[in-house]
Each structure stands twice: as structure tokens, then as C-alpha cells.
């Protein structure tokens, strides 16, 4: 999987999941205070995305760590090539 | 004590949206029941009908922040609240005071979000992959916490969960907050959903309708040829206020409550009973302060079962004697069990209102042990001033509930 294929899907995942706009998902946008999610939308964002990307996002200090898009795509791209 | 008045109404029923269209739906003798053929295979079932709340798009109406908690029956509730207060035109200032409250009851909470819980969880017995919004979907006092949420109200939150009183408890509960002033506001009902795991409550115990070829015919309170409850879904709200603030917002008034009643059987978890039915009868009627002369309708309960039908029929012969008016609604709904009581008294309030009785639908040939005077075949005209609205409830709960007619002369 390409990091752009990674973003696409993420962006796909969070879109669907969150009934948002694909395009406002910019890499810059905060998911709590642009995107309005909470400590609830946390939880299912990352149910979502283990569902989704066919693995485990059980490190809570760097999900906890993720403020931007960016950071979510960055964490992604780690774990996969980690589970490589 | 403060007087207490209804001043809002909201309903989803298996008609849809709105009190209008159940208002609408029952005054042109409509039925919504329907065979279930989604049920077919379900081993050992043998009542597939239901009166299932028809489909709503509730994406477009509520926001994805607020759904996220809701199952079916709290997402119905939260429609018939907001419709509710619209009618009783209460502002946002007014339902955040502190003292506006809610009281919404339910079987249990949403039984098709227990079912998809439990669907994932046992093959493999993991809770990997469970959203965090699953647990307030089936918390028993999810109507009522989603309602507050979604209407940001500050002051009361309780849930009356006994199965078929679940709302008349509520409108019974919110009645005595507010006379004994503890609260100004109190929206008061219930919701239940279509399930097959509630049919199969009834139908385990050979009291749910099993004719399956002409859903259009049953349930038929106290008919001769009944055979059974038929379930529904649904919720409703009555915005109930004492009279003092009704007046100071000078809000429409649709009716007073002037009596409740609520007693248990404690002879037989499912079995009705006669004798406690009409204890608490006569209970609302000394609550009320009027005697049995003064009651000019009564929408029962009758379920449609054999049992019940009679038990009710008896007691109401026994408080009123054979010449008081009284039909039931479920011919048109079916059960809808936490909704049944409000989404009735919303339907005796409109009696009220209309000056007219509604009839039994699918009675036509009435059971001699029903011995009272049955509304039957068609909407007919009458002076109504005062009318008496029975549930009853597996697990012997029994209520009894008194609704007068407002005049806007009334002191």
C-alpha cells in the first residue's frame, strides 16, 4: 500500500465513519477542535480504522499523541511498515 | 397542590410521523399491522405480525454527534419530544431552567442493538470492533437520557421500565412531581420497538396472534373470535406543566390530569387480575376527587388477549357498571408496549378534544364475557368531559390514568 493509497483510505474510513466531507479532511485539519470529534469518536475512529487497515492500534500514548490528520496518516504508514 | 395540565403532544407510531398522521390514521379506521415475513424463519415462532414503525431518515434529521448513542426507540423519542415541545412551544430557555425534567420508560432499551451486540460478541466471545456508543443505545434509560441530551433539559431524568405501563408510569410519575411542585415541566412517555425477541415474549406464553393470513384483522379487543396481542413500536410524549405555569407562558392547554393510580397484582407474574384492576380504577377516581357517574369514556388497555380482555371487562363492569363507553386503540397500532400509554392518552386526549369516541378496530363480534358497553365499527359523536385511560402490565403492574376536558373558560 502506497502513503497515498494509506491517506485515501483514512480519509475514506474517517468520511464514512464520521459523516463528514471527504474534502475538507486536509492533513492539517485537528480532529478534535476542526472536526468536532471527542474521547467517544476516539474510540470508534480507531475500531474503524483497525477494521479497516486489517490490524491492532494498540499503542495509547501515540494515539493519544495524534492531533492532525497528519499525524493520524503518519501513525498508519508506521504501523504498516512495522507489521511488514 | 398544583394543578397539572397537558400542554404538548409528539408521537412516532406505526403510522409514521407526528400526531396528526396517528390522530388521522385511527379517526379513518386504518390498521398498521403487517405480516413479518422477515420472521419466516425463525423456529418456533408462530405469530409473524407486527405494527412496525414505518421507515424515517433520521440522518436528515438528527446530527451524527447526538445519533450516535441512539438505537431506534431513542431516536423516535428524541422526534416526538422535539415535536412535542414545538407544539407546547417551550423555548430552549425554559427546557434548560432546572426545572423542566423528563420521564420516558421502555421494556428495555433497543433490542435490535442488543441483538447486533450479541451477534458479534458470542461466536468468538470478543469485544473487539464494539463502538463506544453501544452501551447507551440499550441502557434502559436510554430514551430518556438521549431526549435530555439532544434538548439539553437540566432537571429530572427518570425511566419507568415496566414493559406495557412503562409510559402511563411516566405520565403517572411526571403528574405527582409536578403537583407536589417539585418540578414546573415534565415530558412524559415511552418507546418500544418491533422485535422479534418482544413477539416471542407473548407468543411463549400462547397470547400473540397467530393469524398470519390477514394481518388487517387482528388484534381484535374483546372480540369473541380474538386471539391475541399483536406488537408495535413507537413513542410518545405528553408535555405535561403545572397550570400555574402553563398560564404564566400562556400555552395551549389540551387537557387536565386530574387522577392516576397504580397498584400490582402480586398474585401471578402474568396472569391479570380482575380485582386489583378495578382497586385501582376506583383509586384514580378518589385521586381524582369524581365519582363513576363523571367518567364518560374509557380507553382500556385490551390487548386482545383472552385472558386480559375479560379481567378488564370485569373490573370495568364491576366500577362502572354497562353503560360507560369504552373501546381500544390496538386494533389499529397493536401493543406497542412502553409507548402504548402515552400514544393512547394521546389518542383519548383527541377524543376529548374532537368530542368523539373512536371504535375497537376488528371487533365485530363482541365477547358476552366483555360485558360492557363496546365503541364499535364507526367514530361517533359525544359529550366527553372526563375519560379514564387503563394499562396493565405483565409482571401485575396497573394503572389508571384521568384526563379532563380544558375549557379556556376553566379556573
Redesign the interface.
Known amino acids: 500500500m502506497t502513503d497515498e493509497q494509506i491517506k485515501e483510505q483514512v480519509i475514506k474510513v474517517l468520511s464514512e465513519e464520521?459523516?463528514l466531507d471527504p474534502n475538507e479532511l486536509k492533513p492539517e485539519v485537528k480532529l478534535y477542535e476542526d472536526l468536532?470529534l471527542?474521547s467517544?469518536?476516539a474510540?470508534?475512529m480507531v475500531?474503524a480504522l483497525?477494521?479497516n487497515f486489517g490490524m491492532k492500534m494498540t499503542d495509547e500514548e501515540a494515539l493519544r499523541a495524534v492531533r492532525t490528520l497528519e499525524d493520524l496518516f503518519n501513525l498508519i504508514k508506521k504501523l504498516k511498515n512495522n507489521n511488514k | 397542590m398544583n394543578r397539572v395540565v397537558i400542554t404538548g403532544m409528539g408521537a412516532i407510531s406505526p403510522f409514521g410521523m407526528g400526531v396528526e398522521t396517528l390522530c388521522s390514521s385511527i379517526w379513518q379506521g386504518k390498521s398498521a399491522v403487517k405480516f413479518m415475513k422477515e420472521w419466516q424463519h425463525i423456529k418456533g415462532l408462530q405469530s409473524l405480525l407486527a405494527a412496525p414503525v414505518p421507515y424515517i431518515d433520521e440522518?436528515k434529521l438528527i446530527k451524527?454527534?447526538l445519533r450516535?448513542?441512539m438505537g431506534p426507540m431513542a431516536i423516535w423519542s428524541v422526534l416526538a419530544a422535539r415535536e412535542a415541545i414545538k407544539d407546547a412551544n417551550l423555548t430552549s430557555k425554559e427546557l434548560s431552567s432546572g426545572y423542566t425534567g423528563v420521564i420516558l420508560g421502555s421494556t428495555t432499551g433497543s433490542p435490535s442493538i442488543h441483538e447486533a451486540f450479541y451477534r458479534e460478541f458470542l461466536p468468538e466471545e470478543t469485544i473487539?470492533?464494539?463502538?463506544?456508543?453501544v452501551f447507551f443505545k440499550i441502557m434502559g434509560h436510554s430514551c430518556a437520557a438521549n431526549v435530555c441530551l439532544d434538548l439539553k433539559i437540566k432537571g429530572h431524568q427518570w425511566a419507568t421500565t415496566s414493559a406495557c405501563t412503562s409510559s402511563s408510569q411516566a405520565i403517572g410519575l411526571g403528574f405527582i412531581i409536578l403537583k407536589m411542585g417539585l418540578q414546573e415541566i415534565m415530558l412524559c412517555g415511552g418507546a418500544d420497538e418491533v422485535h422479534p425477541t418482544v413477539t416471542m415474549v407473548f407468543d411463549v406464553l400462547k397470547a400473540a396472534s397467530r393469524k398470519n393470513d390477514s394481518p388487517n384483522t387482528t388484534p381484535s379487543p374483546f372480540d369473541k373470535n380474538r386471539d391475541g396481542v399483536v406488537c408495535g413500536g413507537g413513542a410518545g410524549i405528553l408535555v405535561l406543566e403545572t397550570l400555574e405555569s402553563a398560564r404564566k407562558r400562556k400555552a395551549k392547554i389540551y387537557a387536565e390530569i386530574i387522577g392516576f393510580s397504580l397498584n400490582c397484582d402480586s398474585q401471578h407474574i402474568a396472569n391479570p387480575d380482575s380485582h386489583q384492576m378495578a382497586t385501582v380504577m376506583e383509586n384514580a377516581l378518589r385521586d381524582a376527587n369524581i365519582n363513576t357517574k363523571d367518567i364518560d369514556h374509557i380507553n382500556a388497555h385490551a390487548t386482545g388477549t383472552t385472558k386480559g380482555d375479560i379481567a378488564e371487562s370485569q373490573a370495568i363492569k364491576k366500577i362502572f357498571g354497562k353503560n360507560t363507553p369504552t373501546s381500544s386503540i390496538k386494533g389499529h397500532i397493536g401493543h406497542s408496549l412502553g409507548a402504548a400509554g402515552v400514544l393512547e392518552s394521546i389518542v383519548a386526549v383527541e377524543c376529548l378534544r374532537r368530542q368523539q369516541l373512536v371504535p375497537t378496530l376488528n371487533l365485530e363480534d363482541p365477547d358476552p364475557e366483555c360485558d360492557i358497553l363496546l365503541v364499535q365499527e364507526e367514530v361517533v359523536p359525544q359529550k366527553l368531559d372526563i375519560v379514564l385511560k387503563n394499562n396493565f402490565a405483565l409482571g401485575g403492574v396497573n394503572t389508571s390514568l384521568i384526563f379532563r376536558r380544558w375549557n379556556n373558560n376553566d379556573r
Open positions: 464520521f459523516e468536532g471527542d467517544l469518536d474510540v470508534d475500531v483497525e477494521k | 440522518k451524527r454527534a450516535r448513542t473487539e470492533g464494539v463502538k463506544s456508543g
